[in-house]
């Protein structure tokens, strides 16, 4: 059966004509990393995979195989229907991995094969597609990033989700960090995704972005919560005319309390957030802080934490080739922004300019 196997190129141009892509890997492995969008359905949970791999060293490959079958074959039918169920009435191709393409991936994409459903091994599994990533950081195959910086609160983010459905291509990299980008970054969101993950998930994005276009994203430190930008992809994001929005702190405190989850019932969320920073602003400083929060004073504490805290923490990031655009008022300011983008990629805003 030669032909069950395809190499990563192979099947990641079939992924771009929607094939789905199974990841038969134990979901601790999965929810380490996988390629985006794949759907997991583990040949072995994480206790089966532990204890076939144990079986393995102790009583040899023989034994570990029979046991992986006592433990596969009853669930085989209905891993295939779950196929089936996620095909839908479009039988697309199906490209199965494991992490090394070995045995686990050939099994379920045989019998989905039994089954009639079009499906495939990825040569060389989850290792060869990581491998891919990390050569795609390597050795940068983008266009120009465009950048939107601003004091906290200018709404960055909101702006770029506008900016996105005027049909501009966008890279929102704290949605795919799972992380605001600051002290309180995670209040409300789910965990962030592992660091293998972070980098798979912005390699699909920014292979969209042909050597001669261009997309805009949000400055960013190295780190977005715990994960963290390749220096490639840093490096980019310095490169162009930076956009800094400006807007009042009146502006700036209520565009935080839309975004971040101010409320009695989120209120010992911030506790802990606002304690760790003891040390920049000093004790009496965080109990007045903390005691904004126990009265549950949100404009005060947020214009006080702006005040005090990110203010003079972000203000040095002001670059020097920038284009300062007042967005107050959010339509013209969105409009604003647009003009000075065109600039920018007409070369005629290359250094500092204001444009209120």
Not at 74 to 88: C, N, T
Not at 169 to 176: H, S, T, Y
Not at 208 to 217: M, N, Q, R, S, V
Request: glycine letters at 8%.
């Amino acid at each position: 059966m030669d032909d069950l196997l395809i190499d990563l190129d192979a099947a990641l141009a079939l992924r771009e004509r929607g094939a789905l892509f199974v990841d038969v890997r134990s979901p601790a492995e999965f929810a380490e990393a996988s390629i985006p969008g794949a759907l997991n359905l583990p040949l072995f949970d994480n206790e089966e995979r532990a204890r076939v791999g144990l079986v393995y060293k102790q009583q040899g490959a023989s034994a570990a195989r029979l046991l992986a079958v006592e433990l596969v074959a009853p669930r085989i039918p209905g891993m295939v229907h779950a196929v089936l169920a996620e095909l839908g009435e479009r039988r697309r191709p199906v490209v199965v991995f494991c992490w090394r393409g070995g045995e686990r991936s050939r099994a379920l994409a045989t019998f989905l094969r039994l089954a009639g459903i079009t499906a495939q091994q990825l040569r060389g599994g989850h290792k060869a597609f990581r491998r891919h990533v990390q050569d795609f950081f390597t050795a940068p195959r983008w266009g120009r990033l465009f950048v939107l910086r601003g004091l906290t609160g200018v709404g960055k983010t909101r702006f770029l989700h506008l900016l996105r459905d005027r049909g501009h291509a966008v890279i929102d990299l704290e949605a795919l960090a799972g992380h605001r980008g600051s002290a309180f970054g995670a209040l409300g969101l789910a965990p962030q995704p592992g660091q293998k993950q972070f980098e798979a998930l912005l390699w699909d994005e920014l292979r969209k972005i042909p050597t001669d276009g261009w997309a805009l994203a949000e400055g960013e430190s190295r780190h977005i919560g715990k994960c963290l930008l390749p220096p490639s992809v840093y490096q980019s994001l310095q490169q162009e005319t930076s956009l800094w929005l400006e807007a009042s702190l009146e502006t700036r405190v209520a565009r935080i309390l839309r975004d971040y989850p101010a409320s009695s019932t989120h209120r010992d969320l911030f506790r802990a957030p606002i304690a760790s920073l003891r040390r920049r602003l000093g004790n009496e400083a965080v109990q007045r802080l903390l005691g904004l929060l126990d009265g549950e004073d949100w404009p005060g504490l947020t214009r006080e934490l702006m005040v005090l805290y990110y203010d003079p923490l972000y203000r040095h990031t002001l670059p020097a080739r920038r284009v300062e655009i007042n967005v107050d008022d959010e339509g013209r300011g969105l409009a604003r922004i647009e003009e000075a983008l065109a600039a920018c990629l007409a070369r005629k805003a290359c250094v500092w300019a204001p444009l209120a």
